[in-house]
């Protein structure tokens, strides 16, 4: 880097850094004279503490950086210097220009993407002379106790007799027993079709079964398959947005990040090339209604994973900012991003304050759906979108620390974000949707602002908050960001979050806590729930627990004590939820993750969990 001297009158570049004692100086009158610069807002306090806080942008979106009350009479001038190194990449992250410690160049990679998986039609026909490729079969278990060959059901006992037997004979050598969540594959040579795949429901009510599941179980056998056609055997309209969503979701994979020693047929998208329901009874124009439905909500599912998946040097909070604003262009959402010039003249001192140790800039997102005729109803989802939680100065350390997985911190915005994506094309009518994201990272440095475990920090709503724990530093931007979204006008605001490791310690990697102040939300949450397929457990908001969280300086501390730790997180959040507001609080922190496949997911990584449900809730 080369530095020059210049008269203030002369300079042309694109940065100007500058140092004073106080602004604004004359330099920095004389300056903002030449460049047209408006002064962007910052408060008392942050003037004192140091170079990276105070700056001022240049309406032509030039960038002039002034150390805000450095006090260069106070310390020696090569202390000054060094101290005005170390804060250069991050002046310059702040101002959106690259330096090396801060490059996160954009990443298409993580953008949304409509689906790329088969083609998926109805085809009224019967199942016994249907002539594709591989044809599937859902079969029920029988009840405990209860021995003999398993029913096969109309259609399936259509295929068995065009197969002389061969699939009861193939059931009974297996010794298949349909149990939930199996599937086998039963080759078949000299005839129309050359595979049958048998899948299993289990043991249920009709009502009960689960049609996902038993979706994704048929797309395990399906995924390696190159082309050709699968036929869905004697399907009803109930059970096809179901079945077509575990499908979808069963299918997927994510190879975005493989390099160049995976051999390419790996890499390579493989599964069926076209998907045919078929049914003698069915409309072909509403099983294409409802596999739109499946595919926008398999598609915001999907994205949501990705997200998740998504490696903390590129799912960063510009990064995160740029797929929400991708996302709202290619689906006719409105997108507005908050610098953080933005955030602090709203006061967002509590969400700002995770982020300031980072190089990387935090942004708030804020998309919006609105329905065509207005809406009567108007819905916040706020995600917490913490790219990178490395705990702060309470690092997270030695073994069980999981900081290697702290990519996952951002599990729910990417919720909100899937759910976003999958609203925008279900297009609901008389409801308004806001999708609230104040992203950051949880790093460590010395940076000046820098979150010090003992700080104090002042919310939007002038709340003070002693950080006791700056690894609880979901909640303090959880804080800002529902304060911010109540502003919209919103009448329900459900957040969503991997906040606390207790609630994994409670629910297993199962089932999301739920915490609310209004049954009628925590009611529809919960059914929301069971049309989609997701598991919630609702959890007590334990007033007298808020004793623990009780600061002897500040309004409130931000980490209560070790026993209940899920519900003094969802207490401290309540604090800045208005009496008026119906809000729950979603803690997806032990769900946002499978280690190993799963269910309806394929693979080990990101569940996109919770997608479903806020997209069924909002559709209610
Ligand atoms: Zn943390």
Redesign the pocket.
Known sequence: MAVSMFAISSLRGPLLVAFTRQPPASIAIAACKQYSCVRVPHSASNTRRGISSGFWMSTRQQLLCLGGGLGLGIRAQSAQQRQLGRCMPRLLSRAGMHSAAAATPPHEMIYFRSSTGPSIEATVTDAGVWGGHTLVIFLQAHAEGVEGPLELGESGAAVDGELEGAIQAFIEAEEFDAKEGTAKAMPVFGKGIKRVVLVGLGNKEAADLDWRLAGASAAKLMKPMRGGSVGLACIDGDRIQPLVEGLLLGLHSDHRFRGTKTPDKLKARKGPESVELIGGSLSPGATAADVEKAKAIADGVIFARELVNGAPNIVTPPNLARAAEDLATQLGLTAEILDEAQCEELGMGSFLAVGRASNLPSKLIHLTYSPEGGASRKVGIVGKG?TF?S?GYNLKAGAGSMIEMMKM?MGGSAAALGAAAAIARLRPKDVEVHFIVATCE?MISGNPGALRPGDIITAMDGTTIEVNNT????RLTLADALLYCQGKGVTEVVDIATLTGACMVALGQGISGMWSNSDDLAGRLEEASKRAGEKLWRMPLEDSYFEGLKSDFADMKNTGPRFGGAITAALFLQKFVHKETKWAHLDIAGTAWAEKPKGVHPAAGGTGEMVRTLTALVQS
Not at 471 to 474: L, M, N, V
Request: hydrophobic residues 20%.
């Open positions: 913490l939680d705990g911190d949880n690894d609880a530093e979901g």
